[in-house]
């Protein structure tokens, strides 16, 4: 079995240092060709796709900040993100956005493993996919229940897994759980691709309404999102955007420095 990345395997790979976490200079199709050289290669490794609102808690979270500078690939999954590649001189780059992801890796065939949100949903998800993706094949499904599984149960889920042998496991018990879970049983799992997609379970099942691609594209959809669950994402949504601004503000400025992103796996 291959070893988890090293620091100089990321280092391999463009990025820039953001807020003290290594982003990818990636766009949709950059992402996906990099994911299937993974499969191709049986190269074990995992994929954050990440946000404003994840680079701000990982200020706070020792945790995530090392789940996202041990994965492969950090995706741009929001457009601030994207604008920071661009404004560094990678004007290639574009959002990654976890949905989108999915459904373009749904459509290269592969054996597909899906893990997180409920039976009800996974249910829904799966009969979307198949019926939009025939080439492609759902080897196993597992809604973990909503709370810290022991080691036994974790065992038994890598097992379960394993068995089923996927090329991609898709994780979606939302941030940071899903970053810190890949981070932890990336070696215990024989997968060759671990990709954290949030919300994308919800979207893709039917019972979340995505922003219009417009308000993507503007980088307005945390209003959509926002409009749709006030009750919910109020109090993130006000930290996190003054938050994000103001960090970006201060690392532009040099008023704060990050040290360069260490190879420590988190425990």
């Not at 560094?88 to 373009?104: C, E, I, K, N, T």
């Not at 054996?111 to 939009?132: F, M, N, P, V």
């Not at 996190?240 to 960090?247: A, F, I």
């Amino acid at each position: 079995m291959t070893p988890s990345p090293t620091i100089e395997d990321q280092a391999a790979a463009p990025s820039i240092q953001l807020l003290g976490v290594r982003v990818s200079v990636l766009n949709l199709a950059t992402a996906v060709a990099r994911i299937l050289d993974m499969v191709r290669e049986g190269r074990r490794g995992y994929v954050c796709v990440a946000g404003a609102h994840g680079l701000v808690d990982s200020q706070s979270n020792a945790l995530l900040k090392a789940a996202f500078n041990r994965a492969d690939l950090v995706t741009p999954d929001g457009m601030p993100l994207v604008w920071e590649l661009r404004r560094r001189g990678h004007q290639d780059a574009g959002r990654v956005y976890g949905p989108d992801l999915m459904l373009a890796l749904f459509g290269q065939g592969l054996r597909h493993y899906i893990y997180g949100a409920t039976d009800r949903t996974l249910e829904l998800l799966q009969a979307r996919l198949r019926e939009r993706f025939p080439e492609a094949e759902i080897v196993g499904a597992y809604a973990p229940p909503f709370r810290p599984l022991t080691e036994t149960e974790e065992t038994l889920v890598a097992a379960r897994i394993n068995a089923a042998r996927p090329d991609i496991v898709w994780v979606g018990i939302g941030a940071p759980k899903q970053e810190c879970w890949m981070a932890r049983m990336r070696d215990r799992l024989d997968a060759p691709v671990l990709i954290g997609v949030g919300a994308a379970f919800d979207f893709h099942a039917g019972l979340q309404r995505q922003a219009p691609a417009w308000m993507q594209r503007r980088g307005f959809e945390w209003a959509f999102r926002l409009s749709v669950e006030p009750r919910r994402l109020w109090r993130r949504y006000l930290r996190v955007v003054p938050t994000y601004m103001l960090l970006l503000a201060m690392e532009r400025s040099g008023l704060r420095r990050y040290a360069l992103p260490q190879h420590e796996p988190p425990g």
